[in-house]
């Protein structure tokens, strides 16, 4: 995944789009961008720049302050975020810190409020997980993950069989995460691997 | 941050008794058995499990000499206490408090209904955690665990 991002965007662009979509509903300044991307001040100038040039990135200035966030009315806001969360923001740290335990994985994804990009400094991460995993690994595995974007990771379990008794007779919570915006990072949702 | 601390804070000192700690522990294990029982929902057998771990998480209190005040966030601290309590490993408290929030999202928003692999890690760290307790108290407050030794049969 992180190939991807390499691909796609520069080190700079990447790391700067990484931050803004790990909450795109809050406000950056220049320099604290610059200091939790590591990147120098004026070299995320430039891409701010470029960003804001595109409509991708929005920017404000309030009381003579300038801050910027993703631009929600970009016609492709959610193919960005979404691509951004799956190769180098949110997604790509859960699906890197759930690797040593993917042979007991089936089926990983995000869902809720984070995935619909309304997502609220204060919101849980919201986590589907189907597969062997034992709970207390699951939570531990996602701890490195809760320290590094700052807020808990919420995660639900289902067995595999669990799961798919659970999707064929429609249940509710799971018709509503299907059914509402969310990104699998990994196996399948039709078959889980 | 210790106990002591917490006083004023959610805890007060306030002795126990071996008659109370066995209540505890009485109760504890009902509802841990109870939580064990299939021909009930899992939305039932959650939350019996949960109270069984929120009674050990107090008997813990209690048997070090505290109990919470009441008020908002009291199952969190006791909770949070436990690796203060009866030593666990801090790691652990953050799977323990993930019950805690599930629990009262289904309670008071019915925005939960525990999958059998959730029901079965709730009970297995429920479980857990009361070997642990009564471990600890008979290496620390045997006093509190042993039976009261039976009255002699006086001259």
């Given at each position: ?31 604290e961008l610059a200091r939790l991307t590591g990147i120098s001040a004026g070299a995320m100038q ?148 | ?139 620390h407050r045997p006093g509190l665990v042993e039976k009261a030794p039976s009255p002699k049969p006086?001259?």
């Amino acid at each position: 995944m992180e190939r991807i991002a390499a691909t796609l965007f520069g080190k700079t662009r990447r790391a700067a789009l990484a931050r803004l979509f790990l909450d795109p509903a809050r406000e950056y300044r220049l320099r604290e961008l610059a200091r939790l991307t590591g990147i120098s001040a004026g070299a995320m100038q430039h891409e701010l720049k470029q960003l804001v040039a595109a409509d991708l990135v929005r920017r404000s200035e309030q009381g003579g302050q300038v801050t910027y966030r993703p631009n929600a009315e970009s016609p492709v806001f959610d193919e960005l975020r979404s691509l951004v969360e799956k190769t180098s923001g949110i997604g790509e740290l859960v699906r890197k810190a759930l690797q040593p335990a993917a042979r007991r994985i089936r089926l990983a994804l995000i869902y809720g409020s984070i995935a619909k990009g309304a997502n609220r400094a204060r919101s849980d991460l919201d986590l589907l997980v189907v597969g062997s995993i034992a709970f207390g690994d699951l939570v531990r595995l996602l701890a490195p993950v809760e320290r590094r974007i700052g807020r808990e990771v919420s995660p639900r379990l289902f067995g595999e069989q669990d799961f798919r008794e659970r999707l064929g007779r429609g249940e509710r919570f799971l018709k509503s995460v299907l059914r509402g915006p969310h990104t699998v990072l990994m196996g399948q949702v039709d078959d889980p691997r | 941050m210790t106990l002591d601390n917490l006083i004023g804070r959610g805890l007060e000192e306030a002795e126990t008794d071996r008659q109370e700690l066995a209540r505890y522990l009485d109760r504890i294990r009902r509802k841990l058995a109870d939580s064990r029982q299939t021909n009930i929902s899992l939305d039932s057998r959650f939350d019996v499990a949960f109270e069984a771990l929120l009674q050990i998480a107090l008997a813990a209190l209690r048997a070090r000499g505290y109990r919470t005040t009441s008020g908002a966030g009291h199952q969190q601290l006791a909770i949070q206490a436990l690796p203060k309590t009866i030593g666990i490993p801090p790691g652990e408290v953050r799977t323990l408090d993930e019950f805690r929030k599930r629990r009262s999202a289904g309670l008071y928003l019915a925005d939960f209904e525990p999958s059998a692999a959730e029901v079965e890690a709730l009970v297995a760290a429920a479980d857990r955690l009361q070997k642990q307790l009564v471990a600890w108290l008979k290496a620390h407050r045997p006093g509190l665990v042993e039976k009261a030794p039976s009255p002699k049969p006086g001259k």
